[in-house]
């Protein structure tokens, strides 16, 4: 492990996301949260999250995404967007929709929010309430993506697909069009936290991922400059890894809503590593020295054949999470990776799961936290 | 650059949720959207400055010139383009006069 304490301070951060609570109305069979979640009465309150935003604006982040769990599970999530834009960041709301009122809105409006990230489970009211598992939910979502639009700010809906919802696509693309949203992403599931538990079910056929793609090429070139779409296609079915958060400790981190600070929403599934927490250190030396966020940052920590290979910049070795996930070992190259020994792990595991002929694997819930 | 090439009439305005702001950590200007920040150089930070709903491409093209002494042609060359590559990210809303 490379010496921490030598090292010269690394470039700012530009994005952080506060996940502000776990608690959430939803039970999303892909939940990316951690199977064990920070109870409320562990999470942090008001002011520490103004002192941490206030950090993070001095440290150079541009970004907050207000997350979850369910942000509006805060009652205080009026004044966090106060305190977040006073600190001078540029405020995103990543939310289910739900515990959103039209006063909750106004409120966060005049509190100074930029842009409302809404997470859309299905397109069909029947198939976004089966996974969401909350009835209703569908129309609920609709009506705010409407006030959102209707009162100018900029909406993202957030597509989480799957092999359950992913033949929607097409529709899903069309409803964000019609809703008059500014950006569409679309992401496939990653298989973290309880989504792992669910990876038969989830995982999408490599025809899906195929049909994917080339539905969200077309889908650009129609709709330039009206609609930004950001695809995230599901990577075990692709040849080289995806770039994890542009690389560990590069460009982004996470505050938990206990203040533990995170290079990455997963890393806390590694075994043996400690986590700063933001109640104890200042948000800067937790970015800078500490131990977690130094582990993996540059390149001096790969293994061959990374450290040797001309992509080691561009997609930085992969998914630390994702290697540990499958393979058991967080500092080896991505599985997805065919250059790499650990790809015939990926395959045995893709080879097990359900066939495009077989009827998907039924979903877990995971249970909603109030 | 190869886009639509842009009457000098259209009138370019920042949307709502779309704000230059100040980046002293990194001591340059950054154009904040939703998921999105771009670090500008002073030509990029000095077109977005001119944008107030109101004025044309035109008018843009003409007040830099003369601001930097160059020859507008050029500059309403370089606007444009600067412009229209915006626009395709939804970072900048084209409107008419
Ligand atoms: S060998 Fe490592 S750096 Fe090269 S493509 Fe594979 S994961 Fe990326």
């Known amino acids: ?370 | 650059m190869t886009g639509p090439v842009l009457s000098a009439e259209i009138v370019p305005r920042l949307p709502r949720g779309v704000r230059l702001h100040d980046d002293r950590v990194r001591g340059c200007p950054v154009l904040l959207g939703p998921e999105r920040a771009v670090m500008l150089d002073p030509v990029g930070a000095a077109i977005l400055g001119e944008l107030d709903g109101a004025r044309s491409l035109g008018e843009i093209a003409a007040r830099l010139a003369e601001r930097y002494a160059a020859p507008a042609e050029e500059i309403g060359a370089d606007v444009a383009a600067f412009v229209a590559d915006l626009a395709e990210r939804r970072l900048v809303e084209l409107g008419n006069a």
């Open chain 1, 1 to 370: 492990m490379p010496d921490d304490v030598a090292r010269q301070v690394p470039p700012p951060p530009v994005a952080l996301l506060a996940e502000l609570t776990h608690r959430c109305p939803l039970s999303c069979p892909y939940c990316s949260n951690p199977v064990e979640m920070v109870p409320r009465g562990s999470e942090m309150n008001t002011a520490d999250w103004a002192r941490v935003f206030d950090e993070a604006a001095a440290l150079g982040v541009l970004q907050l995404h207000l997350s979850g769990g369910e942000p509006a599970a805060r009652r205080d999530l009026e004044d966090l967007v106060a305190a977040a834009r006073g600190a001078g960041l540029y405020v995103n709301l990543i939310t289910s929709g739900l515990g959103l009122t039209e006063a909750r809105l106004d409120a966060l409006e005049a509190a100074g929010l930029d842009h409302v990230q809404l997470s859309l489970q299905g397109v069909r009211p029947e198939v976004s309430d089966r996974i969401g598992g909350v009835a209703g939910a569908f129309d609920r979502k609709m009506a705010l993506a409407r006030s959102v639009v209707a009162r100018g700010l900029p909406l993202t809906l957030n597509a989480v697909m799957h092999r359950h919802n992913l033949d929607d696509l097409p529709a899903t693309i069309m409803l964000a069009e019609a809703l008059g949203a500014r950006r569409i992403e679309v992401a496939c599931v990653q298989f973290h936290g309880w989504a792992a538990i669910n990876r038969a079910g989830l995982m999408p056929t490599r025809a899906q991922t195929e049909a994917a793609k080339a539905t969200v090429a077309a889908a650009r070139a129609r709709l330039k400059g009206r609609l930004v779409i950001d695809f995230v296609p599901p990577d075990y079915h692709a040849d080289f890894p995806k770039s994890c958060m542009g690389g560990w400790g590069s460009t982004g981190l996470n505050v938990a809503p206990d203040g533990t600070v995170l290079p990455c929403h997963a890393a806390q599934s590694i075994p043996g590593m400690t986590f700063p927490n933001v109640r104890e250190v200042p948000l800067a030396l937790a970015w800078a020295h500490s131990p977690a966020f130094n582990a993996f940052r540059g390149t001096d920590w790969m293994p061959e054949p990374c450290r040797s290979c001309d992509r080691r910049s561009i997609d930085q070795g992969g998914c630390r999470c994702q290697a540990l996930a499958i393979l058991g070992d967080a500092a080896a190259p991505d599985p997805v990776c065919r250059r790499t020994p650990g790809r015939a792990q990926l395959d045995r595991l893709l080879a097990g799961l359900p066939g495009p002929e077989a009827a998907p694997a039924p979903l877990t819930p995971r249970a909603a936290v109030r």
